[in-house]
């Protein structure tokens, strides 16, 4: 990836250190710190309560589900937000970058098993492999995607879309999706994340066309997903250019 050129990928980045990804043990003794402090100062368990859910989503949001699927519906794309999955016996990181086929529940896919290494940030014309690309939305990443038969005209709108607000957001192909554009994401509670079969959620839209209206509900989508992915990840590890 590091070597594509202009247009078609985005600027080669530096070789970076990867961001520091935190367990769900970590980040919880993290977190019991910080609310043991708040109680030492008097702060009321309700307001605990309230900043961990503003902090994490609570898991599932159904505000945002509700608001991003009616921006969804009034572009005429389809909407929905599936439980985080895993077959019984697997691992959520493989080393087989090759693997087929994965044990995903949307198309592209929302969530679920991946390889250990993310792709690179960026917007990309030619295909970046899937398996690499769930985990930048374990991250918290926001995912463009769109079919071979997609126009070029509207793969710039996508791109300018992008560049709007690229920390978090990411672009690249999809051979299956034929002439339509998606967008997934990722969420979920780092404190509750691989524990008792929960994986968080998958969000995944599906448009067949791109309008005014499309951008609308795709800028909602990313409102309302981006920066919550399930592994806790800082929205600032995803910027542009960084990479493992």
């Given at each position: ?20 990804q935190r367990t769900a043990d970590e980040t919880a003794r993290q977190h019991r710190t910080a ?14 309560v309230v900043i961990a859910i503003v902090a994490f989503g609570g898991g599932s949001n159904k ?182």
């Open positions: 990836m590091a070597n594509k050129k202009k247009p078609r990928t985005p600027t080669p980045p530096r070789r970076v250190q990867a961001p520091q609310l043991y402090a708040l109680s030492g100062a008097g702060i009321v368990a309700l307001v605990i505000v945002n589900d509700k608001q991003v699927g009616t921006a969804m519906a009034s572009a005429g794309c389809t909407f929905k937000s599936v439980p985080g999955f895993l077959p019984a016996g697997q691992n959520m990181h493989t080393s087989d970058i090759n693997k087929t086929p994965m044990p995903w529940n949307t198309s592209p896919p929302s969530n679920g098993q991946h390889y250990f290494d993310w792709a690179v940030w960026g917007f990309y014309t030619q295909p970046i492999n899937p398996r690499m690309v769930v985990h930048n939305e374990e991250h918290g990443g926001v995912i463009a995607w769109w079919g071979p038969k997609v126009a070029q005209t509207t793969v710039a709108k996508l791109k300018a879309w992008y560049d709007e607000e690229p920390t978090g957001s990411f672009g690249t192909p999809y051979a299956s999706l034929g002439s339509k554009v998606a967008i997934t994401a990722w969420t979920g509670d780092p404190n509750r994340y691989q524990r008792n079969g929960y994986y968080g959620e998958g969000h995944i839209g599906i448009c067949s066309t791109y309008t005014d209206q499309t951008k609308k509900a795709f800028e909602a989508f990313r409102k309302a997903y981006r920066g919550k992915g399930p592994e806790g990840i800082p929205l600032s590890s995803d910027a542009p250019g960084l990479g493992p």
